[in-house]
């Protein structure tokens, strides 16, 4: 069973069959706009091998890396092989230099910045993904001992779950579009945050705020409205459930899959939205 390659920010391992339970039985074509790390893509490809996905990312250089793991398989595990042999034979301050390097270089083709990328992710500061303004990845350096650079075995796991799907990298709206009647689609945004002091949501340049919080829910009135169906998980926040008031809303605990400090991962309740109840015929379509 493939699972993600990526560490991930907001990642949906432990979620991931949660969110696929609340599917319907049978549906067309699945849809992810918001992939991050796709551990529920992973999981439903488990679950649905071969079924029709199409799935996105905003962030043009994770979408790109999905792309080169499906289609140049051993090109990337062969660029991944040098990193790796290179960073694992160096000292301390050998690997320290040689992320940095890394990190400031730019990469010309696919496969060299696809292999740039999972490096960086898997030798980084905690597994963070965070773009500054000018679209630069800044994290600093970690010190783990034995980084999984190289992990060919689930790599090559996740290029045969990637073998059938479309991989776009659009905003979440446009993504959305291509959702027909049947279909259902699973949206995982970058959460709104519980405090000032959580506004984890740089993934890409641009960021992710209050504004499109708001067209994001839009979108989900649309799906309804279309006959798609739509699962959305998103924080526990009264500001977002107050988004989805027409809509089946249920908090569900999660832990915290980022932190320096392992004690400070404890479960917070999250909310998964569900517009089953709408397309059931139990509420009028929202308008």
């Not at 010309?108 to 999972?118: E, K």
């Not at 597994?127 to 001992?145: A, D, M, Q």
């Not at 090559?156 to 689609?185: E, K, M, Y």
């Not at 499109?212 to 989900?220: D, T």
Request: charged content about 20%; proline content about 6%; hydrophobic content about 40%.
């Amino acid at each position: 069973m493939a699972t993600p390659f990526l560490k991930w920010a907001g990642g949906k391992a432990k979620l991931a069959q949660a969110v696929l339970d609340r599917f319907p039985r049978d549906f067309g074509a699945y849809h992810e706009p918001f992939l991050g790390g796709g551990a529920v893509f992973f999981r439903f490809g488990d679950v649905h091998p071969g079924s029709q996905a199409r799935i996105n990312d905003q962030n043009e250089t994770l979408a790109e890396t999905y792309r080169v793991l499906r289609d140049q398989t051993d090109t990337l595990l062969d660029r991944l092989r040098s990193l790796s042999d290179h960073y694992l034979g160096e000292d301390a301050a050998g690997r320290a230099a040689f992320y940095y390097a890394v990190r400031a270089s730019e990469p010309a083709d696919p496969a060299g910045r696809a292999a740039r990328l999972i490096f960086l992710n898997r030798t980084c500061y905690n597994g963070l993904h965070r773009i500054n303004r000018s679209g630069r990845f800044n994290v600093p350096h970690g010190r783990y001992l034995r980084p999984r650079i190289l992990d060919e075995d689930n790599l090559r796991a996740c290029a045969a779950a990637l073998a059938s799907a479309d991989v776009s990298s659009l905003d979440f709206g446009a993504a959305c579009t291509a959702a027909a009647p049947g279909d259902a689609v699973y949206l995982d945004p970058p959460y709104f945050p519980l405090s000032t002091t959580s506004r984890f949501t740089a993934y890409t340049a641009n960021g992710f705020g209050w504004p499109e919080q708001e067209r994001l829910a839009a979108v989900f009135r649309d799906l309804t409205r279309r006959g798609v169906f739509a699962l959305l998980s998103n924080s526990a926040h009264p500001a977002i459930s107050a988004l989805y008031e027409s809509f089946e809303v249920e908090e569900v605990p999660m832990s915290r899959a980022i932190n320096s400090r392992g004690d400070r991962r404890d479960s917070i309740p999250e909310l998964l939205v569900s517009n089953a109840n709408v397309l059931a015929g139990q509420l009028p379509n929202p308008s």
